[in-house]
């Protein structure tokens, strides 16, 4: 088989540490540096720095690159709109793609309501908004998130995410009225319940328990929550716990928003994970492969909520942008078109498939394996007993990957889980040598 890597320096090569240095004089150090190579092209699920090396990425620019890297459509009709128009601020001249981009996602989006959406420029803001959103129609302001949870690092996203380093940590105070109560998390249970025969949602009653000691859910707003979480490390909610966030929403007039920002559009094989479970969520938060990299954030929501709103509360400049618009109709044709759902189901098989052999073969280092379709994680461990987080190794993981030519990044409170964000076009021979190179990186940092 030929090899899809092409490694012809040391990692970093030379140019790189050129680079790298030039960042260091240039740009701030508080900004995540976590693989010491700069990109030049990518295509497909292949990425080349600038010494010419060719990498496998199973990191997709965390997420963003469903459809592949440089996808012929996005680049034609990113290409085409910017040769057209490339901003006339949609709140003062409108343009068409922001309005068919909103007819297709209200389409899209699970559940019988009438749908309305509005585009920011990323995640946080699609979060942001959607709570403004949520407080404007129910006249509350309470809003309760989730243990594990990531919904980005403007002031109230940060609030809502629920990790101290590297997210929150020096940057208080935090917004108010925000609450927080523990996730589903089987491999380490919340309630400290066994739950190796499948979560029976022992931490749902802390979630009512809160209700009574900690906040009134007649002054929730919202209750937002990743259907996987994502930086969180992988973490499926239970389908029977999100048709309970459902009924308890329903019970005391909350607003259900799914953050499907990393789940969405084929992620986890269906165009958004809470299609699972089968819940119409009220407000849907989008970004990432939407617009496959170009800054687009949306909110997609019932038509009742996203109207309540008065007329000019929600805007920005650039958001839903004429380049971000096309390149997302671009992703939506691609999806249709090339079948990306069937090819993310037969994906995630594959991956599963993959993690759960090397598993079998490094019972003691890959303590949990876990997903939903090609949204699927490893968790990287001490020992199987213990269950210990093992960040350096993990860290050992990674290094020893790159060095033979495949991108991976790491999630969850302990960054010690290995996710998998590869493009969904990623071809078969690509996938079994990005698991090579991921069992020799392991066999090596193990040994
Ligand atoms: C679930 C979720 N929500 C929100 C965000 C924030 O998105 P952005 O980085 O575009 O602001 C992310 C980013 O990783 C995310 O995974």
């Known amino acids: 088989m030929l090899g899809s890597t092409r490694i012809k320096t040391e990692i970093p090569g030379p140019r790189s540490r050129e680079l790298m240095e030039r960042r260091k004089g240039a740009v701030s150090a508080a900004l995540a540096a976590p693989l010491p190579i700069f990109a030049s092209e990518a295509k497909g699920a292949l990425l080349t720095d600038v010494d010419g090396n060719t990498f496998i990425d199973f990191t997709g620019g965390i997420g963003c690159i469903n459809v592949g890297h440089a996808d012929p459509r996005v680049v034609e009709r990113v290409r085409a709109q910017a040769e057209r128009m490339t901003h006339t601020c949609f709140g003062v001249v409108p343009y068409e793609p922001y309005v068919e981009l909103a007819e297709k996602l209200n389409e899209l989006v699970p559940g019988s309501s009438e749908k309305r959406s509005a585009f920011f420029n990323s995640g946080a803001e699609a979060v942001e908004n959607a709570v403004k959103i949520s407080r404007s129609y129910t006249g509350r302001n309470g809003v309760l998130a989730f243990e594990n949870a990531f919904?980005?690092?403007?002031?109230?996203?940060?609030?809502?995410?629920?990790?101290?380093?590297?997210?929150?940590?020096?940057?208080?105070?935090?917004?108010?009225?925000?609450?927080?109560?523990?996730?589903?998390?089987?491999?380490?249970?919340?309630?400290?319940?066994?739950?190796?025969?499948?979560?029976?949602?022992?931490?749902?009653?802390?979630?009512?328990?809160?209700?009574?000691?900690?906040?009134?859910?007649?002054?929730?707003?919202?209750?937002?929550?990743?259907?996987?979480?994502?930086?969180?490390?992988?973490?499926?909610?239970?389908?029977?716990?999100?048709?309970?966030?459902?009924?308890?929403?329903?019970?005391?007039?909350?607003?259900?928003?799914?953050?499907?920002?990393?789940?969405?559009?084929?992620?986890?094989?269906?165009?958004?994970?809470?299609?699972?479970?089968g819940v119409e969520p009220d407000i849907v938060t989008t970004a990432k492969s939407m617009a496959s990299g170009l800054p687009l954030g949306g909110v997609t929501g019932k038509k009742e909520i996203m109207d309540a709103?008065?007329?000019?509360?929600?805007?920005?400049?650039?958001?839903?942008?004429?380049?971000?618009?096309?390149?997302?109709?671009?992703?939506?044709?691609?999806?249709e078109k090339e079948d990306l759902l069937g090819r993310a189901e037969r994906l995630g098989e594959r991956v599963q498939g993959a993690m759960r052999d090397l598993q079998a073969k490094y019972p003691d280092t890959l303590g949990d394996v876990r997903g939903i379709g090609p949204m699927a994680a490893m968790e990287v461990v001490t020992d199987r007993e213990s269950r210990e987080p093992d960040k350096a190794l993990m860290a050992r993981i990674v290094e020893n990957a790159l060095g033979e030519g495949l991108l991976l990044i790491t999630a969850g409170q302990f960054s010690n889980v290995i996710r998998t964000l590869m493009p969904l076009v990623i071809e078969d021979d690509e996938l079994d040598e990005g698991f090579a190179i991921l069992d020799r990186a392991i066999a090596a940092a193990t040994s």
Request: aromatic share 12%; glycine share 12%.
């Open 151 to 277: 919904h980005g690092r403007t002031l109230l996203a940060m609030t809502l995410t629920s990790k101290i380093d590297p997210y929150k940590k020096n940057f208080g105070p935090f917004a108010p009225e925000v609450y927080r109560v523990p996730a589903p998390y089987p491999y380490r249970c919340p309630a400290q319940k066994d739950c190796s025969n499948g979560c029976r949602g022992n931490c749902l009653d802390l979630l009512t328990r809160g209700f009574v000691g900690t906040f009134d859910p007649e002054n929730l707003a919202a209750i937002i929550v990743e259907p996987v979480s994502g930086e969180g490390g992988f973490i499926p909610f239970p389908d029977f716990y999100l048709r309970k966030l459902r009924e308890l929403c329903d019970e005391y007039g909350i607003v259900l928003i799914a953050d499907e920002v990393q789940t969405g559009f084929g992620r986890t094989g269906k165009m958004f994970a809470i299609e699972h479970a």
């Open 309 to 335: 709103v008065h007329q000019g509360g929600l805007g920005t400049t650039y958001g839903g942008n004429p380049l971000a618009c096309a390149a997302s109709l671009a992703v939506l044709e691609t999806f």
